[in-house]
């Protein structure tokens, strides 16, 4: 065996914990604090490069439309690889992927703060989108498999509250960085907390593989099987991949087209047309697939279609406001800096929610409830945004509808995801953890995009708040997919 084969191999090789850490009877809230770490640093990403976009318009002497490709770009191929990733960490080891993750997303932040072109920062971009991929794509399954059953959902909700946390700091960090130091630096601060991520991966997370590579570690869970399908036979399913990279590329280059990109009229058409004709191919592919990339035998599952549907919605009823408010309080001649704090109310009370909010809901309560109650709770915020007379209103006054919605998606998300983890088995859960990812991705995706579109067919103010009202109904119809699961 030569000295590269020994070197991979020894990468490859998952250690274990160490016997003081392993041996703890709260050890498994250490392996979820890891997780966090990867929670918070792709969300604050999502967050906080949307500050630098004036400051790389000015120094790269662009415009908004091939700036805007610093965020499309990240997410295309966020999207791309979360289903094969998890499948990928299902053969090598979660953990093993995930500590990776860390490493391929600091490296690249590392070159984006250096960028000397916008073509070179979009390419590390996507470099960064890999690493997160591999992060995400294991972070669920992770934290669903490695704590026991009557602490899954608090886990889960400590997840999505680190995920709030680094929204809520992305725009007042970004801001400060871009004022006081550079642009370069909102990619630069990824640096010390991947390095951080590494080093707790490697010592606070449970081994995920056997030595021998055998298979994998038994869960400490009982699961029922309800794949058909085996997950390590088969060829990788390219087609697949290429099919979902091309329908989503295709979808948001005709929604940025439509929203002011300098395309012609015929491009967008074509770009509609090829993303159902590339959509409809996937749906096929993916029935004929020995070892399909979306896994129709876990989606089939009773409750995994339902739920993946309302984590897709979830992040996009927190991402259009994100990106909408700002233009709506600018409209409304709020100060910048009241502005910014407003805005910072919707994903802190989605943290809040996430962490000790199921807690205040009766005991009694099932998740489907808590779904129920959370998107109730999310459409009225929204819709109180879409009745308040924003000219004049003080800023508590705008922000209270705002803490409403936030608060509601934080019932809503954490329960979403316990239902759909419970309804996986298993041996797939990072199959299914990277589905759940980019559903949500999926959702950041269309909740960026879709305001954009609003403001520039109607304007600012009703091109706004035509789109509340849209994600008010989204909302509702959240609450209709949730629903119990009947077990077969």
Not at 278 to 301: F, S, W
Request: glycine residues 14%.
């Amino acid at each position: 065996m030569n000295a590269a084969s020994t070197l991979t191999a020894r990468l490859l090789t998952e250690r274990a914990r160490p016997h003081g850490i392993s041996g703890w009877r709260h050890a498994h809230w250490l392996a979820v604090g890891t997780v966090c770490l990867g929670a918070f640093l792709g969300q604050l990403t999502a967050s906080i490069t949307a500050l630098v976009y004036p400051a790389l318009q000015r120094h790269f002497g662009t415009g908004f439309a091939a700036v805007e490709w610093v965020a499309l770009a990240y997410l295309l191929v966020l999207v791309a690889l979360l289903a094969p990733v998890g499948r990928l960490s299902d053969l090598v080891g979660r953990k093993t992927v995930y500590i990776g993750g860390f490493a391929v997303f600091g490296l690249a932040s590392l070159a984006a703060g250096f960028a000397g072109g916008l073509g070179t920062l979009v390419a590390c971009r996507a470099v960064q989108a890999v690493g997160s991929a591999m992060m995400q794509a294991n972070s669920v399954a992770l934290v669903a498999r490695g704590v026991p059953e009557h602490a899954m959902r608090r886990a889960l909700g400590i997840q999505a509250a680190a995920q709030g946390l680094g929204l809520a700091l992305g725009p007042s960090l970004g801001g400060l960085l871009v004022e006081h130091a550079s642009w370069r630096w909102v990619f630069w601060i990824n640096v010390p907390v991947a390095l951080v991520g590494i080093l707790a991966g490697w010592f606070l997370l449970p081994r995920t593989r056997r030595p021998d590579a055998a298979g994998p570690v038994p869960p400490p869970r009982r699961a029922v099987r309800t794949d058909r399908t085996d997950p390590d036979g088969g060829r990788f399913d390219l087609a697949g991949l290429l099919l979902l990279a091309g329908s989503t590329t295709a979808l948001l280059l005709a929604l940025s087209a439509a929203s002011g990109l300098p395309l012609p009229g015929w491009v967008v058409a074509a770009l509609l047309l090829a993303t159902v004709l590339l959509g409809l191919g996937l749906v096929r592919q993916e029935r004929r697939a020995t070892r399909p990339i979306l896994a129709p035998g876990l989606v089939n599952t009773p409750g995994v279609r339902p739920g993946l549907a309302v984590s897709l919605i979830g992040y996009l009823l927190l991402f259009c406001p994100l990106v909408l408010g700002p233009v709506l309080l600018a409209e409304a001649g709020l100060p910048t800096g009241q502005a910014g704090l407003v805005i910072t109310v919707l994903p802190a009370a989605f943290a809040v929610a996430a962490t000790v909010g199921g807690a205040l809901l009766p005991r009694g309560w099932s998740d489907v409830a808590r779904c129920r109650f959370g998107a109730s709770l999310t459409g009225a915020g929204l819709l109180g945004c879409v009745l308040l007379p924003v000219a004049g209103a003080p800023a508590l006054a705008l922000a209270f509808p705002l803490l409403v919605a936030g608060g509601g998606l934080g019932l809503l998300l954490p329960a979403n995801n316990a239902l759909v983890m419970r309804a996986i088995p298993a041996e797939c859960s990072a199959v299914g953890g990277g589905m759940v990812n980019m559903a949500r991705s999926l959702g950041t995706a269309l909740g960026t995009a879709l305001p954009v579109l609003g403001v520039h067919l109607a304007g600012p103010v009703p091109g706004g708040r035509a789109v509340l009202l849209a994600l008010a109904a989204v909302a509702g119809l959240a609450v209709a997919l949730s629903r119990p699961v009947r077990r077969r």
